[in-house]
């Protein structure tokens, strides 16, 4: 099955950008009203301090929280770190398909290579958005601890991003140089 997902990478693309933009318009045009203009946390790549963190909590308020939780967090993102992975996945299949030695290797190597690429990314994603969901349905669970491991996830969750988006990104480059 996994094999497949490189026949259908341009569709792919296609969904996660549309749900991207999606998420992206609903950040600026709405969550950042509830929050009096403070970018979500998942807008933080670099992370977030304990006090930014509470400073964001504290400005969404419990209506805001609730609506971030059920707009974003129940809906979006929950679909969308599986939709980026299975997109990353079958952008490595398909670029690397192009280059002699990968194409080489036996179809299971290749799923399993992409797989174990894109996999810490997904998982990392996934332990952010409880984390942060936790911490917008129960005021009492944020504290400077829970605060900062919920950024250490965002910048985990972003660290590990960039790792199969290299490997695309050089496979592209090599398949470009083949003579």
Request: charged share 15%; hydrophobic share 55%.
């Amino acid at each position: 099955m996994i094999l497949r997902l490189s026949r259908h990478a341009a569709a792919l693309c296609v969904a996660t950008v549309a749900v991207f933009i999606i998420m992206t318009a609903m950040e600026f045009l709405y969550f950042r009203r509830l929050s009096g203009g403070l970018p979500s946390l998942d807008m933080r790549y670099a992370g977030f301090t304990p006090d930014e963190g509470m400073a964001w909590l504290t400005a969404l308020g419990r209506r805001g929280s609730e609506i971030i939780l059920v707009w974003h967090y129940l809906t979006f993102d929950l679909l969308f770190p599986a939709l980026l992975s299975l997109t990353m996945v079958s952008l490595i299949l398909a670029t690397g398909r192009r280059l002699k030695n990968f194409h080489a290797l036996p179809a299971q190597t290749q799923a399993t290579f992409a797989a174990v690429l894109v996999l810490p990314y997904t998982l990392a994603d996934y332990a952010q958005n409880i984390a942060v969901a936790r911490l917008l349905s129960d005021f009492l669970l944020a504290n400077p601890d829970s605060l900062s491991f919920a950024s250490a996830l965002i910048v985990t969750k972003f660290a590990l991003l960039a790792i199969p988006g290299t490997v695309i990104a050089a496979f592209i480059l090599m398949a470009q140089k083949r003579p």
